[in-house]
């Protein structure tokens, strides 16, 4: 059991460039969700996965910003046209689902933006 | 909507001397209660749990909480706290069908020798 992981560590880009951040799950983990944190603030939900669908979003997810989990493995989070305000670590968790799903989340180490 | 809080921004404690960070919850329906802790750039580490069962829930590091269905609150407990408890620490609460959870705003533990 490798854990989460989660690529880039760290990526700084300027306003107005996409950026992809990817996170790969705990292999027999089904469900996959993206948070994102800024300093000082507990994480805040964007969305999640159960396999390969998207069921559900947040508010917070904004046009500008895409996920996907095309083989119900590995998610890739985009963010289009970033702006300043998107600097945060971007967290990606993994759990397994069952008929009651009481799990808890397995965290990885984050992806942290800086747009300039 | 399910919501938990955490009353205080920092706590701080001698090494040697019982811990407590506190947590209330709002929640429809029962309620299940996670700690998490932080380390300085990284990710989340699970601690415990509450489910049902028992109002002591025993976790990882010597960590245990306390859940009070009267009061609403989970506060989280070690008997002896150690420098290397120095951490950022999250309590959360599962919210609807999906697992997502919903995390409190943090408090930050400071253990000093």
């Known amino acids: ?17 996409n950026v992809t951040f990817r996170c790969d799950p705990i292999s027999e983990h089904n469900r996959l969700y993206w948070y994102r944190q800024t300093l000082g603030q507990g994480p805040e939900f964007l969305t999640y996965f159960q396999n390969e669908a998207q069921l559900e ?10 996920a996907e989990r095309p083989k119900g493995s590995f998610s890739t989070l985009e963010i289009q046209r970033t702006e300043q305000g998107d600097s945060a670590m971007y967290l990606c968790a993994s759990s397994f689902h069952a008929t009651v799903g009481t ?14 | 909507a399910q919501s938990v809080a955490q009353p205080e921004d920092q706590v701080n404690v001698a ?47 010597g960590f245990e909480a306390e859940f ?17 408890d120095s951490a950022l620490y999250f309590c959360a609460v599962r919210a609807g069908s999906g697992g997502k959870l919903i995390f409190g705003q943090g408090t930050e533990l400071s253990v000093k020798p």
Not at chain 2, 16 to 32: A, E, F, M, Q, R
Not at chain 2, 40 to 47: A, E, M, Y
Not at chain 2, 69 to 82: D, R, V
């Open chain 1, 1 to 17: 059991d490798t854990g989460v992981s989660q690529d880039p560590r760290h990526k700084i880009t300027k306003r107005g460039q």
């Open chain 1, 57 to 66: 979003k947040s508010r917070l997810l904004s046009d500008r910003f895409s």
């Open chain 1, 103 to 116: 799990g808890e989340l397995f965290f990885g180490e984050g992806s942290r933006l800086t747009v300039l």
């Open chain 2, 15 to 61: 090494e040697g001397n019982p811990l407590t960070v506190k947590c209330t919850y709002s929640v429809s329906g029962n309620p299940y209660l996670f700690w998490y802790v932080q380390y300085p750039n990284r990710g989340l580490q699970f601690l415990l749990k509450y489910i049902t069962g028992d109002n002591l829930v025993k976790g990882s590091y």
């Open chain 2, 68 to 84: 009070n269905k009267s009061q609403t609150s989970f506060h989280l407990k070690k008997p002896s706290a150690l420098v290397s």
